[in-house]
C-alpha cells in the first residue's frame, strides 16, 4: 500500500477518535445519567464508628458469652446508652426474646432484626419531582443547617441539576453573608433579601426567580432562633404556605438535628412538628456523637423518615441513610 495513504488513514482515524472523546465527554458533563438521588460521599458505618465504640464496649462481651439474663440487661443498657429510646428498646428487646435464641449470637442476629424492622419500610429518597423543586430546610441555629444546605446543594450539582439558595433567614445578620459563600463555593445561584426583611417574601422570590430562570432545585434556608419560639414557628409556617400557594407544593421540609443532643432533638423536633409538615429528618455530626441511636427514637416517635445523615464537615459528609447497614454499624462486630 502507498505510505502516504497509510499515514492518511492513521491520521483519519486518530482525528475520528479525537472527535468522539470530546463529544462524549461533553455529553456527560451537560447530561449526566446519573439517579437525582443523594447521595455517595463519605460512609454511614464510619461515621457510626464513635456510638459503635461506645456500644460495641457493652455488647462486643454479651454477644459472645453465654446467654443468660445478663446479656439481656447488658443487650437493654446498650440501646438506651446509644439513646434509641426506652420504649423502643423494651419493645425491641421483648420481641428478640421472644424469639427464643439458643445463644448469644441468635440473640444479637434477633435484636437485629427487631431493630431493622422498627425502622424498615420508610421512604427515605429526596422526592424531587416540581419544577422547580422546592426544599425548605427548618432547625435551630447551630445543628449544621447552613452546612446542611451547601452538601445538598454540592451533591445536586453533582448530579447535574442547577440549584439556587433562598436566603430566608433574614434575622441572623451573618446567615445571608454564610450562605453567599457557601453558594459560590458549591456553585448554586441565591437570593437574599434585606436584613430583616420578610423572610416568606424571600422565599418567594427564590421561587420565582428559580422558575424564570429554569432551575432545577430551590433549597430555601430558614431562620433558626426569633425573639420567641412562637415567632419563630409562625415564621416558617408562613414560608411553607407561601412556597406551596405559588408552586403548587413543597417537594420537601427538612427538619435538622443534630445527633450530638440525642434524645432532645425529639424534644426539639416536636415543636418543629406543630408548624411545619416536615418530611424527612437530616441528622448531622453523627461521627462525633455516641447516640446514634436516636435515628430508631427519631422514627419510631415521631414517624418522620431520616433521609440523610451528616458524617463530617466536608462536602461528601452527607449520606443516605440505610436501615440494614445502619443497625449493622450499630450493633458492631463480634
Ligand atoms: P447552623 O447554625 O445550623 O447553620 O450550623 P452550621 O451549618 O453553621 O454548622 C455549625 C457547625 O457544625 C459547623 O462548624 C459545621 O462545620 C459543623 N457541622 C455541620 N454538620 C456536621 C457534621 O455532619 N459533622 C461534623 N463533625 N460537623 C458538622
Do not use: C, Y
Amino acid at each position: 500500500m502507498d505510505p502516504l495513504l497509510i499515514i492518511a488513514l492513521v491520521v483519519g482515524a486518530v482525528v475520528v477518535v479525537a472527535v468522539t472523546v470530546v463529544v462524549l465527554r461533553r455529553r456527560g458533563l451537560s447530561a449526566p445519567e446519573r439517579r437525582p438521588e443523594l447521595p455517595a460521599g463519605g460512609s454511614l458505618s464510619a461515621g457510626l464508628a464513635k456510638t459503635r465504640r461506645s456500644i460495641g464496649d457493652l455488647l462486643t462481651d454479651a454477644f459472645t458469652r453465654t446467654l443468660d439474663e445478663m446479656t439481656w440487661t447488658e443487650i437493654e443498657d446498650a440501646l438506651v446508652a446509644a439513646d434509641v429510646g426506652l420504649a423502643t428498646t423494651a419493645q425491641v428487646v421483648a420481641a428478640a426474646r421472644a424469639a427464643k435464641p439458643q445463644d448469644a449470637a441468635g440473640a444479637r442476629e434477633a435484636v437485629r432484626r427487631e431493630l431493622v424492622a422498627a425502622i424498615a419500610g420508610a421512604d427515605r429518597q429526596l422526592d424531587l419531582t416540581g419544577t422547580p423543586s422546592v426544599i425548605i430546610v427548618v432547625g435551630v441555629n447551630g445543628v449544621g443547617k447552613t452546612t446542611t444546605i451547601a452538601k445538598i446543594a454540592h451533591n445536586l450539582i453533582a448530579d447535574g441539576k442547577s440549584v439556587l439558595l433562598g436566603a430566608a433567614d433574614t434575622f441572623r445578620a451573618a446567615a445571608d453573608s454564610q450562605l453567599r459563600t457557601w453558594a459560590n463555593r458549591v456553585g448554586a445561584e441565591i437570593v437574599a433579601g434585606e436584613s430583616g426583611g420578610d423572610p416568606a417574601s424571600v422565599a418567594f422570590d427564590s421561587f420565582a426567580a428559580a422558575k424564570s430562570r429554569g432551575i432545577d432545585v430551590v433549597i430555601i434556608d430558614t431562620a433558626g432562633r426569633l425573639h420567641s419560639k412562637a415567632n419563630l414557628m409562625a415564621e416558617l409556617g408562613k414560608i411553607a404556605k407561601v412556597v406551596a400557594r405559588e408552586a403548587g407544593r413543597v417537594d420537601e421540609t427538612l427538619l435538622v438535628l443534630d445527633a450530638t443532643t440525642g434524645q432532645n432533638g425529639i424534644a426539639q423536633a416536636r415543636q418543629f412538628l406543630d408548624s411545619v409538615d416536615v418530611s424527612g429528618v437530616v441528622l448531622t455530626k453523627m461521627d462525633g456523637s455516641a447516640k446514634g441511636g436516636v435515628v430508631v427514637a427519631i422514627e419510631r416517635e415521631l414517624g418522620i423518615p431520616v433521609k440523610l445523615v451528616g458524617v463530617g464537615e466536608a462536602m461528601d459528609d452527607l449520606v443516605g441513610f440505610e436501615a440494614e447497614a445502619f443497625v449493622e454499624a450499630l450493633l458492631g462486630e463480634t
